[in-house]
């Protein structure tokens, strides 16, 4: 299986600040690079797919990037609604497998 | 507006058996892959299992396999995880979430609420 492996674990930002969260697969996975959004007791919400395209009501300030083995989600100005955990997936091989997740608190 | 809706979970003896159901609404449930993902108390998300729109192809995380059964009712755009020989481990929040491709990019892009399902004596 692939391994998805997310950093950091977890982040303490400001209101306005920007923030790069960093995805790295055990191996190549092309462009097959989901980012999922989870508030507490709620369901994932998909951010971006396919490394950078953003679904559709999501955001411009959420934007995503990289290639190969190496991903980053980038929120360019905080809002506090973006306070939350930051799941990465792979979906080049089965079985899909996700990053550990990064909590993103506020300072 | 799409819509899907977990039922099922609940506290279980270990070595005991749990079945989940997922209920879809606002879109063509047939035409779907769907898939159980779980997430442990404070931990990441695990995919679980899948099963295609027709029901003919179904795969399963190792971890489950021969003890959890997925299946589909298309008549009645319901989705079921059967879990037997519950462990410990089996602890977490299952989802229901659809699969979608968009540019040939696969994600699950509609995610139900979760149902908890606790395995302890």
């Known amino acids: 299986d692939i391994q998805m492996t997310q950093s950091p674990s977890s982040l303490s930002a400001s209101i306005g600040d920007r923030v790069t969260i960093t995805c790295r697969a055990s191996?190549?996975?092309?462009?097959?690079l989901n980012w999922y959004q989870q508030k507490p007791g709620k369901a994932p919400k998909l951010l971006i797919y396919?490394?950078?395209s953003l679904q559709s009501g999501v955001p411009s300030r959420f934007s995503g990037s990289g290639s190969g083995t190496d991903f980053t989600l980038t929120i360019s100005s905080l809002q506090p609604e973006d306070f939350a955990t930051y799941h990465c997936?792979?979906?080049?091989?089965?079985?899909?497998?996700f990053g550990q997740g990064t909590k993103l608190q506020i300072k | 507006e799409v819509q899907v809706v977990e039922s099922g979970g609940g506290l279980v003896q270990p070595g005991g058996s749990l079945r989940l159901s997922c209920a879809a609404s606002g879109f063509s449930f047939s035409g779907f892959e769907m898939n159980w993902v779980r997430q442990a108390p404070g931990k990441g998300l695990e995919w679980v299992s899948c099963i295609s729109g027709s029901g003919t192809t179904i795969y399963y995380a190792d971890s489950v396999k021969g003890r959890f059964t997925i299946s589909r009712d298309n008549a009645k755009n319901s989705l079921y995880l059967q879990m037997n020989s519950l462990r410990a481990e089996d602890t977490a929040v299952y989802f229901c979430?659809?699969?979608?491709?968009?540019?040939?990019?696969?994600?699950?892009?509609?995610w139900g609420q979760g149902t908890l399902v606790t395995v302890s004596s």
């Open positions: 997936q792979q979906s080049y091989s089965s079985p899909t497998t």
């Open positions: 396919g490394v950078s």
């Open positions: 191996q190549s996975i092309n462009n097959y």
């Open positions: 979430a659809r699969r979608t491709t968009w540019n040939f990019q696969p994600s699950f892009d509609y």
